[in-house]
Nanobody
C-alpha cells in the first residue's frame, strides 16, 4: 500500500514560482510511475506532468510545457513539480498519483490509470 501526501501549494502572484512535493510511504514507490493532475474550479481533473520510475522519461501537458518541471528523488520517496512563470489559469487543486507500472502507459493522461492518489494541495495564482 502506498500513501501520497502533497505539500507546497499556496498563493502566488502571476509570474511567480512554487515547488510542489509529493511524499510517499511504502518501499515500492520508487518503482512506480508518478504523475501530477490538477482540478480547476468548475473543470474536470486534467493531466499536468508525469515521470517514469527512474526519472529518465517525463511528459507534460501542452499548457505547462516549458514552465513546469517534474522530477523525483527515489532515496527520499518524493516527486516534485517545479512551477515557474505561473499564470492565473494555473489556479487549481494539484494532486499527485502513482501507478504500479514503472513507466507511463499510452493513456497516461487518463486518471483511471492510477491506483494511488493524494488529497491535493491548493495553488492560487493572482493576476
Amino acid at each position: 500500500q502506498v500513501q501520497l501526501v502533497e505539500s507546497g501549494g499556496g498563493l502566488v502572484q502571476a509570474g511567480g514560482s512554487l515547488r510542489l512535493s509529493c511524499a510517499a510511504s511504502g518501499r515500492t514507490f520508487s518503482t512506480y510511475a508518478t504523475v501530477w493532475f490538477r482540478r480547476a474550479p468548475g473543470k474536470e481533473r486534467e493531466f499536468v506532468a508525469g515521470i517514469n520510475w527512474s526519472g529518465e522519461s517525463t511528459y507534460y501537458a501542452e499548457s505547462v510545457k516549458g514552465r513546469f518541471t517534474i522530477s523525483r528523488d527515489n532515496a527520499k520517496n518524493t516527486v516534485y513539480l517545479q512551477m515557474n512563470s505561473l499564470k492565473p489559469e494555473d489556479t487549481a487543486v494539484y494532486f499527485c498519483a502513482a501507478s504500479q507500472r514503472t513507466s507511463l502507459s499510452n493513456s497516461y493522461y487518463n486518471r483511471r490509470e492510477y491506483n494511488y492518489w493524494g488529497q491535493g494541495t491548493q495553488v492560487t495564482v493572482s493576476s
